[in-house]
């Protein structure tokens, strides 16, 4: 891992401080895809159970060790695709999503699924919602969580809007889930309620409530575009798995992106992580493709712009990529490349006249910048390689 850091990852050296890396735990941080349950919740995306299970692939290659299929009771596409995912005998772990309802994992029995998370609501605010007491809801989750455990399915309880539950109420639940035979618990930002700091220290009490051979999860959203901060903040707390989806979509601000917290905690903390980055380009956009959706191109990890360059002080480092980048593009398996546009610089023309192997002179450089930036403010964007090639040709063309 060390040699590895210090010849792709350039980040600072305050991040190697003591007083932080000994805040975060050794051990392999896991994770929990929910792209094809929470993440299709994304408004105007409807995925077919054929693109799910192309996804689940992409999931499956990427490292991913769980993968929640999808909510089989209120969708039959769901229960389909999770029939044609168990089809594929992927590596990843396939989890069902039910509510704390009989018949909801009762159609997890009927299509075999051994895993799935039940959910109930834990807030008073939510409570107030559904019509529901506190007694009530617990009653539900126990009964549920048993009726699972009896036929052989392993629980993992998820408490939702859980960041604004009574503390108390909270801890109770967590504990009689456990008795009732759930085997690991989420700590659950339905909305993204929490600041970083806030998630540490619920995820560290909830770690002390179950006992260290209880697995914690972390599932938080981007509503105030903290998803990350607080996904790394809860594993420095104890949590093992951390829940979220590609590209980081979901409702309203999305999930929190599971590709970008695996690259920070690699390269900001050195935290051991169960995901291949190389791949994650890769499944970002068959899961663009396939939601119809596109991704801002300065987006961390994924961004079409991340090792683009088009500023002429930028490109004449471009030789230096640990200068101008925090991580090697090969990490990801990204392509660097220099653009040219209103930015440029000498430097960029160079670059790029070797790029497409063109001979320029030195006395040819600034008619040819002259010429780019024109034409880039002239169509408000980049040059194309052959309107580049054109310039070169008409300016080597007057100087002959």
């Known amino acids: 891992?060390?040699?590895e850091n210090s010849t792709k990852v350039w980040?600072?050296?305050l991040n190697a401080r003591p007083e932080i890396r000994s805040a975060f735990p050794r051990t392999t941080v896991r994770f929990y895809d929910t792209t094809l349950r929470d993440g299709e919740q994304t408004v105007g995306v409807v995925l077919s159970p054929q693109q799910k299970?192309?996804?689940?692939?992409?999931?499956d290659e990427l490292g991913v060790s769980r993968i929640e299929a999808g909510f089989p009771r209120v969708s039959p596409e769901d229960a389909e695709a999770i029939q044609l995912m168990q089809q594929a005998k992927l590596k990843a772990e396939l989890w069902g999503f039910s509510r704390a309802v009989k018949g909801d994992v009762e159609e997890l029995v009927r299509l075999g699924l051994r895993a799935s998370v039940i959910e109930a609501p834990v807030s008073d605010l939510k409570l107030k919602a559904y019509g529901m007491t506190r007694d009530e809801v617990l009653r539900r989750v126990v009964d549920a969580v048993a009726f699972a455990k009896q036929n052989d399915i392993t629980v993992a309880f998820f408490p939702v809007d859980g960041t604004r539950a009574a503390l108390d109420f909270l801890k109770k639940m967590y504990l009689a889930v456990l008795e009732a035979g759930a085997s690991e618990v989420v700590v659950v930002d339905t909305i993204g309620a929490c600041g970083p700091e806030a998630v540490e220290f619920l995820v560290r009490e909830v770690c002390v409530w179950v006992g260290p051979k209880v697995p914690v999860h972390y599932h938080g959203h981007n509503d105030f575009g903290m998803a990350t901060a607080c996904a790394v903040a809860a594993v420095r707390a104890g949590a093992t798995w951390i829940q979220g989806t590609i590209n980081g979509m979901g409702e309203r601000a999305g999930n929190a992106d599971i590709a970008e917290i695996a690259l920070a905690l690699r390269c900001l903390y050195d935290v051991p992580v169960a995901l291949d980055l190389t791949k994650v380009r890769e499944v970002s956009e068959v899961v663009c493709k396939a939601s119809g959706y596109t991704l801002d191109a300065w987006k961390p990890l994924v961004g079409e712009n991340l090792f683009v360059r088009e500023s002429g002080a930028v490109a004449s480092q471009f030789h230096i990529p640990e200068a101008i980048e925090p991580y090697?593009?090969?990490?990801?398996?990204?392509?660097?490349?220099?653009v040219l546009g209103k930015k440029s610089g000498l430097d960029s023309v160079d670059l790029k006249g070797?790029?497409?192997?063109?001979a320029i002179t030195p006395?040819?450089?600034?008619p040819i910048l002259a010429a780019v930036k024109k034409r880039a403010i002239a169509k408000r964007g980049l040059l194309t390689d052959q309107e580049f090639r054109r310039i070169v040709e008409e300016v080597v063309a007057v100087a002959s």
């Open 354 to 358: 070797k790029e497409l192997g063109l």
């Open 53 to 59: 299970l192309e996804i689940a692939h992409k999931l």
């Open 363 to 366: 006395e040819q450089r600034a």
């Open 11 to 13: 980040v600072s050296e």
């Open 328 to 338: 090697s593009s090969e990490l990801v398996h990204a392509r660097r490349s220099i």
């Open 1 to 3: 891992m060390k040699s």
